[in-house]
């Protein structure tokens, strides 16, 4: 069993940045695919960001590459989402999610385990 416990989000301009945490529990959390997705109001939760328990690979939705920069520290039980250049689309619930087995998927519904999200709010 794991849990996730996001932190990091909130309220910043355009063209501004955030970095969001995702801290993990559990002896095992080197073994997960970790992800981020995000959920905007009306809208089906989306695919941002996924990262492998080696730090080997990473995948990023086309609308964060080159902007955002997913990470983790193995030995914090932690993953990271650093995002710049933000955008007032970029506005949604942000959820940290991990998977059992390898390897990423943008597929949420691949995902066992899910944290209870952050608010990301982008002005203009």
């Known amino acids: 069993q794991v849990q996730l416990v996001e932190s990091g989000g909130g309220l910043v301009q355009a063209g501004g940045s955030l970095r969001l945490s995702c801290a993990a529990s559990g002896r095992t959390f080197s073994r997960y695919t970790m992800a981020w997705f995000r959920q905007a109001p009306g809208k089906e939760r989306e695919f941002v960001a996924a990262i492998n328990w080696s730090v080997s690979r990473t995948l990023y939705a086309d609308s964060a590459k080159g902007r955002f920069t997913i990470s983790r520290d193995n030995a914090k039980n932690t993953v990271y989402l650093q995002m710049n250049s933000l955008k007032p689309e970029d506005t949604a619930v942000y959820y940290c999610?991990?998977?059992?087995?390898?390897?990423?998927?943008?597929?949420?519904?691949?995902?066992?385990?899910w944290g209870q999200g952050t608010q990301v709010t982008v002005s203009s």
């Open positions: 999610a991990a998977k059992n087995n390898p390897p990423s998927s943008i597929v949420a519904d691949e995902y066992d385990y």
